[in-house]
């Protein structure tokens, strides 16, 4: 999450993969955090940054500067080995400023607004670069399955458009730097965020309406969604992030209007299986009958925040623009005849912590870098 228009320090926040690891971009540097049991790992006063992304459970960082000083340029990204005594390892610079990044043991992914840059992260060199459509965003999202280079699955999503209103999504091949496949007319306005699920099996898209929430399985030849969810039924809201849960049985979807909608896809895939079963080639998702969320966190609107699940998938993580992280509880049951009101049960605060705070400790698995 890059923050728009920032007044304070923070300028970005991400949680890892497999969100057990989160980063903050601030002014001055960045930070990376042990979500839970909650400690901070590593501070680095080396410089503004408007991404940060941290490599699951390995000591490799990457970030791009804030442009707020010719130090930190949007045209750089840096990596660290925060364990080295020197970490700063490597720069890639490029033509024009760095919209995203992503990364995974074996691919470095690099998006400008009108190409993506692919990199092996082990010897960091260059593989290829496909050019898009423009991305002023830097959407995309990586899946990868760990194995060795042959084995492992990888997997690159990244939006395409045709024409002003269509949004297509086409699946690329990061072992085999190939085009897999294009889902064509996913969403009927241009993507806004795009999330593989756990597994590598589906993926989960918003479009910049921001009302309807989409999972589409990666196992089928067409291009029908499996899940078809529905945030909102006028209110327009960019969607900041979309999450699974560990089992693929969640899903959270947050956006700048400060709602969490947490949904249920189990039941709903059960019920679309029924409806096929029943009507056949009839059946579809009905405009305004897509399933709501069962529960939900609100925060004051205009909030921007992003979210992920805890490994038992009974919280919910949550970062907001002010640099707090918070942990919600998930209720244990629904009361019965909800539905019928305008607004789902709410998850319970339990637990906030001030990213930002001088206080919060600094555990000795990485040493504190100050500028240089």
């Known amino acids: 999450m890059e923050i728009k228009d920032p007044v304070g320090p923070l300028l970005y926040a991400s949680f890892n993969m497999q969100s057990t690891r989160l980063c903050v971009g601030t002014r001055t540097g960045f930070m990376i955090f042990q979500v839970d049991p909650f400690q901070r790992l590593f501070r680095s006063d080396t410089g503004g940054c408007s991404i940060v992304q941290v490599l699951d459970e390995k000591p490799l960082v990457v970030t791009v500067g804030s442009g707020e000083h010719i130090t930190s340029s949007r045209r750089v ?30 691919r470095l992914v690099v998006i400008t607004e009108s190409e993506i840059h692919i990199y092996n992260t082990e010897q960091l060199s260059f593989l290829t670069k ?13 899946f990868m399955q760990e194995g060795n280079v042959q084995e492992a699955s990888m997997l690159l999503a990244y939006s395409c458009l045709r024409g002003p209103l ?28 795009i999330q593989f699920s756990r597994d590598g099996l589906s993926v989960a898209t918003a479009s910049e309406e921001g009302t309807l929430i989409k999972i589409t399985s990666l196992r089928a030849d067409d291009s029908e969604p499996t899940c078809v969810f529905r945030r909102g039924m006028l209110a327009r809201a960019d969607i900041s992030s979309i999450a699974f849960n560990n089992d693929n049985t969640l899903l959270a979807v947050s956006s700048t209007n400060g709602t969490t909608h947490i949904f249920d896809i189990i039941t709903e895939q059960e019920k679309h299986k029924q409806t096929k079963s029943t009507f056949g080639m009839l059946a579809g998702f009905v405009v305004g009958e897509e399933t709501r969320s069962f529960c939900t966190i609100r925060l004051p ?10 490994n038992d998938s009974r919280r919910i993580h949550s970062i907001t623009q002010d640099g707090k992280l918070s942990q919600w509880q998930i209720p244990d049951t629904v009361p019965l005849g909800w539905g019928a009101s305008l607004q789902s049960p709410t998850c319970k605060l339990v637990r906030e912590y001030d990213l930002l705070s001088e206080y919060t400790y600094c555990d000795d698995e990485f040493d504190t870098v100050e500028a240089r």
């Open 130 to 142: 496909i050019s898009t459509s423009p991305n002023p965003k830097g959407l995309c999202s990586v």
């Open 166 to 193: 269509k949004g297509d999504l086409i699946l690329y091949d990061l072992v085999g730097l190939t085009q897999r496949r294009k889902i064509e007319g996913i969403h009927n306005h241009p993507l806004q965020n």
């Open 77 to 106: 990204v840096k990596l660290y080995a925060l364990k080295q005594q020197k970490p700063e390892i490597c720069r890639l610079a490029f033509e024009t400023p760095v919209l995203g990044v992503k990364i995974t043991s074996q």
């Open 301 to 310: 609107n205009g909030t921007q925040n992003i979210v992920t699940f805890s």
